[in-house]
């Protein structure tokens, strides 16, 4: 703990002094980490409260643990630190706890998490929210986090103050919008939808150069982009002046040995919507007549972060998209360094006649010359139309893929009582024997190359849908054991979609054995003996999503046949991704089979970590060329094909 000291970060005064004045009801701070808006608007406005205005302060974190942690890793320490607020302090022990302290003069802290109770019949003068966009947009049932604490502080009139500070956290909703100047933020839920709101300041540099004003963003950020290796790319980087095309280096002296960024911040100008400032740093103008004073500061000027750390993050995120189509990184490097919303790269690729379009001639349900491997998917339907959706893929090398087979199982082989000749439709959530069609139709299933040799590729993996109506779950169980007694247990993997638990789960897979032996509420049975795999489904869909968008051949591209109908691409691009990030149907009679099961298919690669392979060269066994694959059938004897096998290095 050290004294505060302004100059360090210069730019949160202005929205610090807004804290404190009546023109204002709540400050609202858009920034990227690292600006110490935190320490700022939160920390620093709680001390100041207690020791020159004492009043009843709400602090809200994002969690019950994140709320535990603040009061005693930042709070304690602070008040420790600060002989002013260590003197306000109520001398009684049970005074001051984890989650709630009392002062001297009567007024109260209290260090909480989003929810109805802490909220509901309180009056609060002030309330800091920290973290916004991490928060759920609707806590209770009643609306947000922000909206419900603004109620909270309402009777104290204009001596009430609300701020909520935060990273953006959310997608674009729309991406074709255009924003009617450069200080509106693009439509988004969350913090940025709050900035809107208010007066909508940026923070501007001037250039040394030219005397212009000018806001430092990361698109203004030059490196050299010949560079592959993102660690040599951001070695050097600079900032170019928009208006002289001056380039800036973020450590060169200015004045008084001090460095560029740290003159620049010292200077810089917080600039609302509707009006200019000149070269003495004067605004002209008219801002908007609001009570909510907003902030939006971006990645450049953020003083403990710097340029090459920008550049490098970005880039190694980048390159982690390209290579795996996973945007996870790369989000999080927009939101959280940079301070923009995130627009997922290449969103509005994705349509059905795009995809049409790439249709070619590669056989009808052959496996081309370049497959190495083919996995297949299930998509278990119920109601009057049940039936078993079974897509098989076929995977190159960098996992491009071509689609070998899409067809239904529909009839089983129960004869109709009503007319023998005929076999009644399947019920998975009722037969067993029903699923045993499974195992003929796809796990043996093989498809003939197309080189002429006469030789059959069989289906690697099999993800199965677990889930759905009454009754699929406990047959699914029933099944993988029955196929585990004929030894085809490594050809089967059972799936089931799973919450994302708020983003703080990431997996994209994870391996379960549910045991609910000791409940007797649940239907389908389980006693640890079946392994489930649990699927992070949005993040599996935008895996899909970025390979479908892939315009040129190359790494995850997708192949499709001729001989695939409209419907199969309908299916493919019904879905829409929400402001959240969560995919869902425009409607619930909207048929998205076919994304559905290119995510089953993703499962299998997941799960024998065929995204993991970097050396092409020298894959494991099974993903070797046709030439070389042990697993390949010959027709003629039905065993593998005697192949010179290859270590893996």
């Known amino acids: 703990m050290v004294p505060w000291d302004g100059d360090l970060t210069p730019y949160m005064a202005e929205p610090m002094d807004t804290l404190k004045s009546r023109r204002y009801t709540s400050t609202i701070f858009v920034g990227p980490a690292r600006t110490a808006k935190s320490v700022s608007l939160v920390d620093a406005w709680a001390m100041d409260t207690i020791v020159n205005d004492p009043a009843d302060f709400l602090l809200v974190q994002i969690s019950q643990e994140k709320a535990a942690e603040h009061s005693q890793k930042r709070l304690d320490r602070g008040f420790n630190a600060c002989p002013e607020v260590r003197a306000a302090l109520s001398p009684r022990a049970h005074d001051n706890n984890i989650h709630s302290k009392f002062f001297k003069a009567g007024n109260f802290l209290k260090i909480g998490w989003p929810s109805k109770n802490i909220f509901a019949s309180s009056t609060y003068k002030r309330v800091a929210i920290t973290d916004y966009d991490r928060i759920p947009l609707n806590v209770g049932g009643d609306g947000s986090t922000y909206f419900q604490a603004s109620k909270r502080t309402q009777s104290f009139m204009s001596s009430g103050m609300t701020m909520a500070e935060s990273s953006p956290g959310f997608y674009v909703t729309d991406s074709t919008y255009r924003v009617s100047s450069p200080h509106e933020a693009p439509p988004t839920p969350g913090i940025l939808s709050l900035y809107n709101l208010g007066d909508r300041r940026l923070f501007f540099w001037q250039c040394p150069e030219c005397g212009e004003h000018f806001e430092p963003e990361f698109k203004l950020l030059v490196w050299d982009k010949e560079i592959d290796d993102p660690g040599k790319a951001s070695k050097e980087v600079f900032l170019a002046c928009p208006h002289c095309g001056a380039m800036h280096q973020e450590k060169k002296p200015l004045e008084r040995g001090k460095s560029l960024k740290w003159c620049l911040n010292k200077r810089g100008v917080w600039v609302p919507e509707g009006c200019t400032v000149d070269q003495n740093r004067q605004l002209h103008g008219e801002r908007k007549d609001t009570h909510i004073a907003s902030f939006w500061?971006?990645?450049?000027?953020?003083?403990?972060?710097?340029?090459?750390?920008?550049?490098?993050?970005?880039?190694?995120?980048?390159?982690?998209?390209?290579?795996?189509?996973?945007?996870?990184?790369?989000?999080?490097?927009?939101?959280?360094?940079?301070?923009?919303?995130?627009?997922?790269?290449?969103?509005?690729?994705?349509?059905?006649?795009?995809?049409?379009?790439?249709?070619?001639?590669?056989?009808?349900?052959?496996?081309?010359?370049?497959?190495?491997?083919?996995?297949?998917?299930?998509?278990?339907?119920?109601?009057?139309?049940?039936?078993?959706?079974?897509?098989?893929?076929?995977?190159?090398?960098?996992?491009?893929?071509?689609?070998?087979?899409?067809?239904?199982?529909?009839?089983?082989?129960?004869?109709?009582?009503?007319?023998?000749?005929?076999?009644?439709?399947?019920?998975?959530?009722?037969?067993?024997?029903?699923?045993?069609?499974?195992?003929?139709?796809?796990?043996?299933?093989?498809?003939?190359?197309?080189?002429?040799?006469?030789?059959?590729?069989?289906?690697?993996?099999?993800?199965?849908?677990?889930?759905?109506?009454?009754?699929?779950?406990?047959?699914?169980?029933?099944?993988?054991?029955?196929?585990?007694?004929?030894?085809?247990?490594?050809?089967?993997?059972?799936?089931?979609?799973?919450?994302?638990?708020?983003?703080?789960?990431?997996?994209?897979?994870?391996?379960?054995?549910?045991?609910?032996?000791?409940?007797?509420?649940?239907?389908?049975?389980?006693?640890?003996?079946?392994?489930?795999?649990?699927?992070?489904?949005?993040?599996?869909?935008?895996?899909?999503?970025?390979?479908?968008?892939?315009?040129?051949?190359?790494?995850?591209?997708?192949?499709?046949?001729?001989?695939?109908?409209?419907?199969?691409?309908?299916?493919?691009?019904?879905?829409?991704?929400?402001?959240?990030?969560?995919?869902?149907?425009?409607?619930?009679?909207?048929?998205?089979?076919?994304?559905?099961?290119?995510?089953?298919?993703?499962?299998?690669?997941?799960?024998?970590?065929?995204?993991?392979?970097?050396?092409?060269?020298?894959?494991?066994?099974?993903?070797?060329?046709?030439?070389?694959?042990?697993?390949?059938?010959?027709?003629?004897?039905?065993?593998?094909?005697?192949?010179?096998?290859?270590?893996?290095?």
Not at 331 to 346: A, H, R, Y
Not at 451 to 475: I, K, N, Y
Not at 517 to 527: P, S
Not at 612 to 631: F, G, M, V, Y
Request: include cysteine.
């Open 297 to 649: 500061q971006k990645g450049p000027t953020a003083a403990f972060q710097t340029w090459n750390e920008l550049v490098y993050k970005y880039l190694a995120a980048m390159q982690v998209y390209e290579s795996t189509g996973e945007m996870h990184d790369l989000q999080t490097t927009v939101n959280t360094d940079q301070g923009l919303p995130f627009i997922p790269p290449k969103d509005q690729d994705r349509s059905a006649n795009e995809l049409m379009d790439r249709r070619d001639d590669y056989g009808c349900k052959e496996v081309p010359e370049n497959v190495r491997f083919l996995t297949a998917a299930i998509d278990v339907q119920g109601g009057k139309k049940s039936r078993f959706e079974v897509m098989v893929l076929g995977w190159g090398e960098d996992l491009q893929s071509t689609v070998i087979d899409r067809f239904n199982i529909e009839k089983s082989k129960r004869q109709d009582p009503e007319n023998p000749d005929k076999f009644v439709r399947v019920k998975p959530s009722a037969y067993l024997e029903d699923w045993d069609l499974i195992t003929e139709k796809v796990i043996n299933k093989t498809y003939p190359l197309t080189d002429g040799t006469g030789r059959f590729m069989p289906v690697l993996l099999t993800a199965c849908d677990s889930g759905g109506e009454a009754g699929v779950t406990d047959m699914a169980y029933q099944f993988y054991r029955r196929i585990k007694k004929l030894g085809l247990s490594r050809k089967i993997m059972l799936i089931k979609g799973r919450d994302g638990k708020g983003g703080k789960d990431t997996s994209v897979i994870e391996k379960s054995y549910p045991d609910n032996t000791k409940r007797e509420d649940r239907k389908a049975k389980a006693k640890g003996d079946v392994p489930v795999f649990l699927l992070l489904t949005d993040k599996i869909k935008d895996t899909v999503q970025n390979s479908l968008s892939r315009d040129k051949v190359g790494p995850r591209y997708v192949h499709f046949p001729k001989w695939l109908p409209e419907s199969f691409f309908d299916e493919l691009t019904v879905e829409e991704r929400g402001p959240d990030g969560k995919w869902r149907k425009p409607n619930s009679q909207a048929r998205n089979e076919a994304f559905d099961l290119f995510v089953y298919n993703w499962a299998a690669i997941y799960e024998r970590k065929a995204d993991r392979i970097r050396d092409w060269e020298n894959p494991p066994l099974w993903a070797l060329p046709q030439d070389s694959n042990p697993e390949l059938i010959s027709t003629d004897k039905q065993q593998a094909v005697p192949t010179r096998r290859r270590r893996r290095r």
